[in-house]
């Protein structure tokens, strides 16, 4: 059974620190693909990134990046030079293929507090 | 804005009661998803259509059903409701419903069971 682990329930920082975020992972499976989504505050969930399990080269999207590690089952979120806007819930996610669809399971995400 | 969009945004009824939330997908998405967020269960998938089939089934109870229409709306019906359904309901909508597509969510239905 897949499962998804995001061990930080709250991280506090302050504006303009670097926060990482983590997420580590379980599946049988070897075709799988990893998510990260964002919650700001007025509730919508916002996609930001997927990682299929054959593609483990770092990403990096302006302030944000994201380390898969297929050794460790984990796939790492950084904010660089954090900014108040980015408090919200961070939620990894996992999906296996599975005839085509698939079924995604996710974490129980991570609060991220920036204080000015 | 994503595109998605729900309706009601906010919904209290009673223990026993059934209620209809309704999605309407991004234009020229044929996927529909639904999620049910709580405080006990955090964020878990419940269904999905594509092109008015189903497609994929999660973690939905039987006192729950969907349908995707001709039009791609969808509905989530939720029966004999009771305190522990009260959640956040969110869609979310993909062009062809594959594992490689990127989810667009709606802004989501609080559900209040009294």
């Known amino acids: 059974a897949q499962k998804v682990t995001q061990a930080q329930t709250e991280i506090s920082v302050v504006e303009k620190e670097d926060v990482t975020l983590d997420c580590v992972y379980e599946?049988?499976?070897?075709?799988?693909?990893l998510f990260w989504y964002k919650q700001p505050p007025s509730g919508e969930l916002v996609f930001l990134i997927r990682r299929n399990s054959f593609d483990e080269q770092n990403e990096i999207s302006g302030r944000y990046s994201w380390n898969f590690q297929k050794s460790t089952s984990s796939f790492n979120f950084t904010i660089t030079a954090s900014q108040v806007v980015d408090s919200a819930v961070y939620f990894c996610a996992l999906s296996e293929a599975s005839g085509g669809s698939y079924i995604p399971t996710f974490g129980r995400g991570t609060s991220l507090i920036v204080h000015p | 804005d994503s595109g998605v969009t729900q309706t009601p945004k906010h919904l209290i009824t009673a223990t026993g009661q059934r209620v209809t939330l309704r999605c309407s997908p991004r234009?020229?998405?044929?996927?529909v998803y639904w999620y049910q967020q709580s405080l006990d269960q955090g964020l878990q998938f419940l269904i999905q259509y594509y092109n008015g089939e189903e497609r994929a089934k999660g973690n939905i109870l039987e006192r729950f059903s969907a349908q995707q229409f001709p039009d791609l709306h969808s509905e989530l019906n939720l029966s004999s409701l009771e305190l522990g359904d009260s959640a956040l309901y969110f869609c979310a909508s993909s062009v062809e419903g594959s594992s490689t597509d990127t989810q667009y969510f709606g802004p989501g239905t609080r559900l209040t069971v009294l």
């Open positions: 234009s020229g998405d044929l996927s």
């Open positions: 599946t049988r499976d070897t075709t799988y693909y």
